[in-house]
């Protein structure tokens, strides 16, 4: 492995743990802190939640889905969702972008066989195993984003699979937040139901998967 690929290993190494200290040590505004900064912000409110969206989906355990159902709390559902999606998909394309280009030649490098047929098979079905993983996620969100970053799926497909995947999640998310003031209204049960059965999807879609975990003497998995 050339110098070059372990020293861009390095800086995305430093990086991770850099944005992983930081968030243990400053830790996140709370959510009266944040209404309050929106508030004096006027007409840039959405634009400053959005870049702080983006910035925290960075941070490699970044705590997305609170900030999902603070968009809807702090800016109702159909401009929360608007601003939730925007954010996450920007966030989630730097990250892969940033895996991507300092990562994955190390991954490679460091990795036998078995990784490179099942990275081939990811990149054979990049747009549904990265649609499958946003609608029934087994990994958090921003994890997920870098993780996919050192695979070979195409930047088009994963933002595609991106785009469309958390949308539901999004919603459900964004109308918990929105509706949350009302809980016996129809939005508010329809939101915690919707809630409910991702939770479930996700439960049997993780078990099923390491049902399927196969041996040392099994062939490479694909995706799921």
Same mark, same amino acid.
């Given at each position: 492995?050339?110098?070059?690929v372990?020293?861009?290993?390095?800086v995305?190494?430093?990086?991770?743990?850099?944005a992983?200290?930081?968030?243990?040590?400053?830790?996140?505004?709370?959510?009266?802190?944040?209404?309050?900064?929106?508030?004096?912000?006027?007409?840039?409110?959405?634009?400053?939640?959005?870049?702080?969206?983006?910035?925290?989906?960075?941070?490699?355990?970044?705590p997305?889905?609170?900030?999902?159902?603070?968009?809807?709390?702090?800016?109702?559902?159909?401009?929360g969702?608007?601003?939730?999606? *925007?954010?996450?998909?920007?966030?989630a394309?730097?990250?892969?972008?940033?895996?991507?280009?300092?990562?994955?030649?190390?991954?490679?490098?460091?990795?036998?066989?078995?990784?490179?047929?099942?990275?081939?098979?990811?990149?054979?079905?990049g747009?549904?195993?990265?649609?499958?993983?946003?609608?029934?996620?087994?990994?958090?969100?921003?994890?997920?984003?870098?993780?996919?970053?050192?695979?070979?799926?195409?930047?088009r497909?994963?933002?595609?699979?991106?785009?469309?995947g958390?949308?539901?999640?999004?919603?459900?998310?964004? *109308?918990?937040?929105?509706f949350?003031?009302?809980?016996?209204?129809?939005?508010?049960?329809?939101?915690?139901?919707?809630?409910?059965l991702?939770?479930?999807l996700?439960?049997?879609?993780?078990?099923?998967?390491?049902?399927?975990?196969?041996?040392?003497?099994?062939?490479?998995?694909?995706?799921?």
């Open positions: 492995m050339s110098r070059g372990l020293l861009k290993a390095g995305l190494l430093a990086l991770v743990v850099a992983v200290v930081l968030q243990l040590s400053v830790g996140l505004p709370s959510q009266a802190e944040l209404r309050s900064t929106l508030d004096g912000l006027g007409g840039w409110a959405v634009p400053a939640f959005v870049a702080a969206y983006a910035a925290i989906s960075l941070l490699p355990a970044g997305t889905a609170v900030m999902t159902v603070l968009g809807g709390l702090l800016l109702g559902f159909g401009t969702l608007v601003a939730v999606l *925007g954010a996450a998909v920007v966030g394309v730097a990250a892969f972008s940033l895996s991507r280009v300092l990562g994955r030649d190390a991954v490679r490098g460091l990795t036998g066989q078995r990784f490179a047929s099942l990275d081939e098979r990811v990149r054979d079905n747009f549904a195993t990265v649609l499958l993983a946003r609608l029934v996620p087994l990994v958090p969100f921003s994890t997920a984003n870098y993780a996919f970053g050192l695979t070979s799926v195409s930047t497909s994963y933002a595609a699979a991106t785009v469309l958390i949308v539901p999640g999004s919603a459900v998310y964004v *109308g918990v937040g929105a949350g003031t009302d809980p016996g209204s129809p939005p508010f049960l329809l939101a915690i139901a919707a809630l409910v991702l939770t479930v996700g439960v049997w879609r993780q078990r099923r998967t390491r049902g399927a975990a196969p041996t040392d003497a099994d062939p490479a998995p694909g995706p799921g």
